[in-house]
C-alpha cells in the first residue's frame, strides 16, 4: 500500500484480492454532511475517505471501549456502532449487504465482508456526551446524517424545544468534526502503515490471523 501522499485508498482485509477497503463513491463529488452547513460552504473530502473513516470509528470504538478523548472543544465522548452497517462492493453505488438488529458490529458477517474488500457505506452510532445521547446514520461518500435521534432535554415552549435541538444538532455536528479530525491525524501519522495498517488488519481478521470467531 501507498502512503498517504499518493493518494491511494487504504488496503485493509481485502488486501490479497486488490480490492481496498473505504473506496467511496468514487467521481460523485457530493460535499461533505459533517459541518459547513449553516455556513451553506461544503467541506471538501476525497470520496474513498468516507469508508474508511467508517471502519476506522468502528474499530476505534472496540479498541477503546467506545471512550474517545477528543481534546477541546468536543472533549471526552463515548461511540459505539448502534444497530445498523450497509456495505457496498468496491466498483459499485447500490448496497449489497445490510448488518442490522442488536450489536450487529460484533457479528461475524459484518466483519467477513471486510475482510472480503466490503465498502462500509453506512453506518449507525450512538453517541454520549456528558449526560446526552445521541444517533445518527452516516452515509454515502459525502458522510451525510440521517435518522437523527436528539436527547430532549427541554420539554415545554415550542421556541424553547427548537432553540435546544438546534444546540443539540450542532453539538453532536461538535462531535463528528471532533472524530474526523482524530481520524485525520491519525490517517497522516508517519507510523499509520508501520502500526496501524497491521493492527488494523489483525482485527479484521482476528487475532490468530482468521477471520474472528463471532
Known amino acids: ?35 459547513g452547513a449553516s455556513s451553506g460552504e461544503p467541506l471538501p473530502i476525497v470520496p474513498h475517505l468516507a469508508g474508511e473513516f467508517y471502519a476506522w470509528l468502528w474499530w476505534e ?26 456495505f457496498r462492493s468496491p466498483d459499485e453505488t447500490r448496497i449489497t449487504a445490510i448488518m442490522s438488529g442488536e450489536n450487529p458490529a460484533a457479528t461475524l458477517e459484518a466483519r467477513a465482508a471486510l475482510a472480503g474488500g466490503k465498502v462500509l457505506q453506512e453506518i449507525r452510532l450512538g453517541i454520549r456526551r456528558d449526560d446526552r445521547e445521541y444517533a445518527v446514520t452516516l452515509k454515502g461518500a459525502a458522510m451525510h446524517l440521517t435518522a437523527l435521534r436528539l436527547p430532549q432535554v427541554v420539554t415545554t415552549g415550542d421556541e424553547e424545544v427548537l432553540l435546544e435541538r438546534v444546540h443539540l444538532y450542532e453539538e453532536l455536528c461538535l462531535v463528528l468534526q471532533g472524530l474526523l479530525v482524530a481520524f485525520a491525524r491519525a490517517r497522516t501519522e508517519p507510523t499509520w502503515q508501520q502500526n496501524v495498517l497491521p493492527a488494523w488488519n489483525d482485527w479484521v481478521l482476528g487475532s490468530d490471523g482468521g477471520l474472528p470467531s463471532g
Do not use: K, Y
Not at 10 to 35: D, H, M, T, W, Y
Not at 65 to 82: K, M, S
Open 1 to 35: 500500500m501507498s502512503g498517504t501522499s499518493s493518494g491511494e485508498p487504504l488496503r485493509v482485509g481485502g488486501a490479497s484480492s486488490g480490492e481496498p477497503l473505504g473506496v467511496g463513491g468514487a467521481s460523485s463529488g457530493e460535499p461533505l454532511g459533517i459541518g
Open 61 to 86: 470504538s472496540e479498541l477503546r471501549g467506545a471512550v474517545f478523548n477528543l481534546g477541546p472543544p468536543a472533549g471526552t465522548v463515548d461511540v459505539w456502532v448502534e444497530d445498523r452497517l450497509a
